[in-house]
């Protein structure tokens, strides 16, 4: 078994880090089975290198090595790629065409980005790994393929598994050994070592002296945060190479070449749950205002059967007091003395009472109209809630058809009061 030094002198890995030494040893124990492999880390990382090692160290070395981006290939043409098409299978398949899958029979695949396959194709997947069994687009015939499969995702493949957009079974399958590749920001002391390789390299490529750091651009190096990980690295190297005629870098010129800099080792709050009460978007915040109307507008209706049950004004007013002010806000008390005779008045339309003249010529003062708003409420306004709320109601009901539950959380309400309602307004 050939040493991590050794396999890293043969593929032009730079890197002391420990899990980077990790990643390599599991590759080289794993590489003589046949078993699944799953490579994950972020973007720009260089998980591609951990399926080269893989295949050259097994027993397939000598067989087809095809490595495929998944997220590159249209979701309509991606199952024609891998398991290939028979002739008139869809519109422009003018004759038979070979998948990868029997291209690399007796050999390895090295699906890059997974997360990014269609469902349906997932399930062709599945059947691949289960039995080795695969069919061609357009033909009823099933062939069977020995390949090896070594994928690799740089997506968090539970949130996918949890949001239905990646199959658990295939997950499994194919995680049956996980390699993870750490982040570059996560190896310091190898980014001054990739750097100067990269430097190098670019030098000899373009036929010019290699640049070098100075102290304070060292460390500015290794402070940065590498959000684009190795990739970026290289691409930072490459530019300072071409276009830096002095081949002597400060951190002023490094700084340069680094997007948002500054504010790069900023802390971020990351994934955290959005807590009850907490609206994050406008349609939430309509949903409360709705409900919040509706709840006083049904306020209003308790105050006014009840005053036409008892036709008592001070009874209602005394035992209703808080929920008069709640409806109609707080007024001054010279206004609470008449409150009585103007809520009869003006939301029952009783007849006004007439004030009697103390002489035959006295004329009947009108009085002045301190809940005017209150005649605003009309049926009509009443019927277009109402019509709102079964709006609001049948739109919930089919973003989560079946999903009772979440329908209700989602219009704040419980799950018996949507029974209720959807009983009451016949959905």
């Known amino acids: 078994m050939e040493s991590v030094q050794s396999i890293k002198q043969r593929f032009e890995l730079i890197g002391n880090d420990v899990k980077l030494n990790r990643a390599i040893e599991k590759a080289i124990q794993v590489a003589p089975t046949d078993i699944s492999v799953l490579v994950t880390g972020e973007s720009g990382v260089g998980k591609e290198s951990i399926p080269k090692i893989i295949h050259a160290l097994s027993h397939r070395k000598h067989a087809k090595y095809i490595a495929v981006n998944c997220g590159a290939i249209p979701e309509g043409t991606i199952d024609s790629e891998l398991f290939g098409h028979e002739k008139g299978a869809f519109t422009g398949a003018t004759q038979t065409r070979s998948g990868y899958f029997e291209v690399a029979d007796g050999g390895t695949i090295f699906l890059d980005e997974v ?15 289960e039995n080795g069994e695969f069919l061609k687009v357009g033909s009823s015939q099933v062939q069977k393929t020995d390949v090896r499969i070594v994928a690799a995702t740089n997506i968090n493949m539970f949130e996918a598994i949890k949001k239905e957009k990646f199959r ?24 001054h070592l990739l750097f100067r390789k990269f430097a190098s390299d670019f030098g000899q490529k373009y036929k010019m002296p290699t640049i070098r750091l100075e102290d304070d651009a060292v460390h500015l190096l290794l402070k940065y945060h590498w959000p684009g990980n190795i990739r970026q690295l290289r691409n930072i190297a490459e530019q300072i190479s071409v276009l830096e005629e002095n081949r002597t870098i400060t951190a002023a010129t490094l700084n340069s070449y680094l997007p948002d800099a500054a504010g790069s080792n900023l802390p971020a709050v990351v994934g955290q749950p959005k807590k009850d009460g907490d609206f994050s978007n406008e349609r939430e915040i309509l949903y409360k205002v709705l409900f919040d109307m509706k709840s006083d507008l049904n306020d209003l209706k308790k105050l006014t059967l009840e005053l036409l049950k008892d036709n008592d004004t001070s009874k209602v007013h005394k035992e209703n007091e808080n929920l008069i002010r709640k409806i109609y806000g707080s007024h001054e008390e010279e206004e609470d003395i008449d409150l009585e005779e103007n809520v009869a008045t003006e939301v029952l339309g009783l007849p006004e009472p007439v004030m009697e003249a103390t002489t035959p010529t006295a004329a009947v003062q009108p009085q002045e109209d301190r809940y005017h708003f209150a005649e605003e409420i009309q049926e009509e306004e009443t019927l277009s809630l109402q019509e709102k709320e079964i709006e609001l109601i049948k739109k919930s009901l089919e973003r989560n058809r079946g999903k009772r539950k979440a329908a209700a959380a989602e219009l704040g309400i419980s799950e018996r009061t949507l029974y209720r309602k959807i009983k009451q307004y016949d959905l």
């Open 115 to 129: 997360g990014e396959l269609p469902l349906t194709t997932q399930v062709r997947l599945l059947r691949v790994l």
């Open 168 to 191: 658990e079974d295939l997950y499994y399958r194919l995680s049956t050994v996980e390699i993870h590749i750490p982040p570059l920001r996560e190896r310091r002391e190898d980014i």
